[in-house]
């Protein structure tokens, strides 16, 4: 049984295409090179070995190859700006009490709510994975540090 089915998250990558934006979201569950975009057939690179399905362990990014990547909860941004929104406007004929409501909401969904692991580089959002101690949350400077990277162009080393 791997690490992440023993938690009961199934295992998956999910990214926009570069070429036509198509959201592609890709279960892990065997070995594979890549992933072929449905919308304009673009090919991905997607390398999943035999040692990451048995493991669960999320070492680098399965696209890019980046080992710099950081977690953040998985929720919906704009879910809980709109919950908050409707709570302010509610406040005055609630006496501020909506407010107490979306705030209490908002700490249970954290604690409820599992976490997601994104590449600093390309933005593929990785679920079901084993929480690893090396991908904190978001870091500002790590962001720039690998946006100033000189990266291949057309499949040529920098």
């Not at 673009?42 to 980046?66: I, K, P, Y």
């Not at 919950?83 to 406040?91: C, K, Q």
Request: hydrophobic content about 40%; charged content about 20%.
């Amino acid at each position: 049984m791997s690490g992440a089915a023993g938690r009961g998250r199934r295992m998956t990558a999910a990214f926009a295409c570069d070429a036509c934006g198509f959201a592609i979201r890709v279960p892990i569950e065997r070995t594979s090179a890549g992933v072929d975009c449905h919308g304009c057939g673009r090919r991905h690179a997607l390398r999943v070995d035999t040692e990451l399905l048995r493991s669960g362990d999320l070492e680098r990014c399965l696209s890019c190859g980046l080992d710099r990547l950081y977690t953040q909860k998985d929720f919906n941004r704009a879910l809980g700006i709109g919950v908050f929104a409707v709570a302010a406007v509610l406040s005055v004929p609630t006496w501020g009490l909506s407010l107490v409501v979306a705030t209490a909401l908002d700490l249970g969904l954290y604690f409820m709510l599992g976490d997601v692991t994104i590449c600093y580089r390309c933005a593929v959002q990785y679920r079901g994975f084993r929480k690893h101690l090396r991908h904190q949350p978001f870091d500002l400077h790590v962001a720039e540090s690998i946006d100033n990277q000189p990266r291949a162009v057309n499949g040529e080393a920098p």
